[in-house]
Nanobody
Framework: QVQLVESGGGLVQAGGSLRLSCVAS????????MGWYRQAPGKQRDLVAT????????HYADSVKGRFTISRDSAKNTVYLQMNSLKPEDTAVYYC????????WGQGTQVTVSS
């Protein structure tokens, strides 16, 4: 089992920044991928960013490229999502995920961007 706990969401004005954190615990050995999804009201959950811990490679949704950066601190078992130049359309619940045999989810953290 893998447990994921997110933090760092909140309310910010358009153009501002936030940093989300996701701490992994439990059977974290050999996690294949970690990252973030988001889900706005009435919409499907979409992939935002992924990092492959073994090689450090990253992937971003087109809508966040150049604005968001995913990174990890292996010593702290933590993945971060630095979000800059936030837009109202970034408003959503952001979910951390990890893949190790199956997909695990965090509880979600709300990000609200006001115009």
């Amino acid at each position: 089992q893998v447990q994921l706990v997110e933090s760092g969401g909140g309310l910010v004005q358009a153009g501002g920044s936030l940093r989300l954190s996701c701490v992994a615990s439990g059977s974290i050995f050999s996690i294949n991928a970690m990252g973030w999804y988001r889900q706005a009201p009435g919409k499907q959950r979409d992939l935002v960013a992924t990092i492959i811990p073994s090689v450090g490679s990253t992937h971003y949704a087109d809508s966040v490229k150049g604005r968001f950066t995913i990174s990890r601190d292996s010593a702290k078992n933590t993945v971060y999502l630095q979000m800059n130049s936030l837009k109202p359309e970034d408003t959503a619940v952001y979910y951390c995920y990890a893949i190790r045999a199956r997909q695990y989810w965090g509880q979600g953290t709300q990000v609200t961007v006001s115009s």
